[in-house]
């Protein structure tokens, strides 16, 4: 997922966003623990998404402060 795409989603998707691979990363932490998991770098992935997500989420918050 790229940093561009990220920004220009509001924040309710976003946050719909940022649940959705929380769960992703449970399941994939699941299938890991029980060597199920092909790729084990999808783990890696999914957590620098959440990251970027967070981080995009934490930039709109400092705007939305800025502004005000």
Not at 28 to 47: C, G, M, W, Y
């Amino acid at each position: 997922m790229k940093i561009n795409d990220i920004r220009e989603k509001t924040t309710e998707e976003l946050n719909a966003e940022l649940r959705e691979k929380k769960d992703a990363l449970l399941h994939l932490r699941f299938q890991h623990a029980i060597n199920q998991l092909d790729n084990p770098q999808k783990i890696v992935e999914t957590k620098k998404d959440i990251a970027r997500i967070m981080t995009a989420i934490r930039e709109k918050e400092l705007a939305e402060s800025k502004q005000n």
